[in-house]
T-cell receptor, first 115, second 115 residues
Framework: QKEVEQNSGPLSVPEGAIASLNCTYSDRGSQSFFWYRQYSGKSPELIMFIYSNGDKEDGRFTAQLNKASQYVSLLIRDSQPSDSATYLCAVNPPLLGGGADGLTFGKGTHLIIQP | NAGVTQTPKFQVLKTGQSMTLQCAQDMNHNSMYWYRQDPGMGLRLIYYSASEGTTDKGEVPNGYNVSRLNKREFSLRLESAAPSQTSVYFC??????????????FGSGTQLSVL
């Protein structure tokens, strides 16, 4: 069974600090990993993806992947109030028989950046 | 460029009524998906279509049917709505739907209430 686990929060971080969001997954053969941001009442939007072990940086965001530990994280530097949202971790497990079978999402972590 | 367009945005049904949620994408994507999002449950895959002419069940397909009308359009039908189908429904698409490239782009969602 494919599972993606996240702490639901809320995670409260002061403005300007680093927010650290964590995610674990159960399927060791998973190939790719995604972070989506979802504002209240809106649809999820992709902010980061990572395929290889290590760090990937994009502006204030850094995704970290450790396949041996089945762990992926998202760091947000210089946190802003506009970063307050729910962050969804998503995992693309191995395909069975080819084709697309959708991402498996965690339940999300609610992040609050305090001014 | 509209991306992924869903209609309607809001809908209220009575138990036993039927309806179809419409989704269209203008990004020439091959794969399309329907997810539902419930509080505390995260996003769950209902059905997906890896390519035009194919559809497959996801995690929670019971009570739903889908049609991939053409490459652009993917509809979700509730034949006999039940209160348990009260949820926010998201349509999504991805360019290839392959293991390493399944970045999903979401529509704005349909908030459905079944009384």
């Amino acid at each position: 069974q494919k599972e993606v686990e996240q702490n639901s929060g809320p995670l409260s971080v002061p403005e300007g600090a680093i927010a650290s969001l964590n995610c674990t997954y159960s399927d060791r053969g998973s190939q790719s990993f995604f972070w989506y941001r979802q504002y209240s009442g809106k649809s999820p939007e992709l902010i980061m993806f990572i395929y290889s072990n290590g760090d990937k940086e994009d502006g204030r965001f850094t995704a970290q992947l450790n396949k041996a530990s089945q762990y992926v994280s998202l760091l947000i530097r210089d946190s802003q109030p506009s970063d307050s949202a729910t962050y969804l971790c998503a995992v693309n497990p191995p395909l069975l028989g080819g084709g697309a079978d959708g991402l498996t999402f965690g339940k999300g972590t609610h992040l609050i950046i305090q001014p | 460029n509209a991306g992924v367009t869903q209609t309607p945005k809001f809908q209220v049904l009575k138990t036993g009524q039927s309806m179809t949620l419409q989704c269209a994408q203008d990004m020439n994507h091959n794969s399309m998906y329907w997810y539902r999002q419930d509080p505390g449950m995260g996003l769950r895959l209902i059905y997906y279509s890896a390519s035009e002419g194919t559809t497959d069940k996801g995690e929670v397909p019971n009570g739903y049917n889908v049609s991939r009308l053409n490459k652009r359009e993917f509809s979700l039908r509730l034949e006999s709505a039940a209160p348990s189908q009260t949820s926010v429904y998201f349509c999504a698409s991805s360019e290839f739907g392959r293991v390493s490239d399944e970045k999903l782009f979401f529509g704005s969602g349909t908030q459905l209430s079944v009384l």
